[in-house]
């Protein structure tokens, strides 16, 4: 960008600001727990609020002849993607019940000012870009509607996660999690049973490689690597196999202490699981389910799947620290 102490022009500074804004779904989901606990109602402080939070400050204007000229266009370009991080999640959280909007629309573009200073102080000027292309809008108040903590817990993936705060998910696991979420918010029982249940095979099967490969020597390890090369077992052979592993104290029994999981969570994992996989079942024609997938049945699934899926991640991280 900028070499040594030479000026830099302000198009080229305009096209590293937007060539460095990126929006992620980490600052999204981010963006929406800070807003889901906040006070404010109005919508600008808010985003302002949350830029702060963040710690990103940038000088403005933003000097074009410095050698900190690059930090600063990054911290720029990090103070915008934030910013559009905030307006996708406030419109996420409208989208999904957990706030209200109120007042009226309004729409910015971002612009940022910027000073040419001319090389030996023989003056300069001071102009300013503007980011059309970063474009955003946004109802200028929100409101938090009384349910709205409980109810974006089944109906925002984002704010399920972290509900369930499980550190490095498998990013297969995540989406199988957000489209269980995003069914059950249009009462497709059934569509966010199949995939709750796709989330929990991709649990057990992270949790058979790390204790497999953290008992190399137990019996049950070679059939646990078995059972994750070939699919003519089924999962649920898989799931008995590491509840059986876990039950011979004298193999599992400094993973489980260190995950500080009993083995009785461990069995009602299994059970959960038993109770997911029959849910799903009717998935296959003619088979026909105990009990309806009715919402009643499928809110207790999702909201129990929190403590379960924690024991099984807990112990799959337990196991890998074993084997580093």
Known sequence: M???GT?????????????????????????????????EHNTARLIDKWITANGVEYPEPVPLREKST?????????????????????WELVGAGCLTPAGVMHEETPSVGYTIIIPGGRGGRSEG??????????????????EASRRGVFTDGDLYLQGLGLADLHPGIEE???????????????????????????????LGRAIANACPRSSKSQKIDNALDTSSRGIGYLVKQIVEMCENRNETGDILKQANVTLAEVRCAALWW?????????????????????????????????SHLRTLWKIRTAALGATS
């Open 176 to 206: 199988a999690l957000r489209e269980a979420v995003q069914c059950f918010r249009y009462d497709l029982f059934t569509g966010a049973v199949a995939m709750l249940g796709a989330a929990s095979e991709g649990v057990w099967i992270e």
């Open 129 to 146: 870009w503007q980011f059309h292309k970063l474009t955003f809008s946004y109802p200028t108040r929100i409101h938090r509607p009384i």
């Open 274 to 306: 038993d109770t997911i996989r029959e849910a799903r079942n009717v998935l296959h024609w003619g088979v026909e389910s105990a009990f309806a997938n009715s919402l009643d049945k499928v809110s207790a699934l999702m909201l129990s799947a929190a």
């Open 2 to 4: 900028v070499e040594g």
């Open 70 to 90: 690059d930090d600063d266009l990054r911290r720029v370009a990090r103070a915008l993607s934030l910013k559009l991080a905030a307006s996708y999640a406030v």
């Open 7 to 39: 000026r830099m022009r302000p198009d080229d500074g305009e096209k590293a600001i937007l060539d460095s804004v990126a929006v992620s779904r980490a600052d999204i989901a981010a963006a929406k727990a800070f807003f889901i606990r906040a006070a």
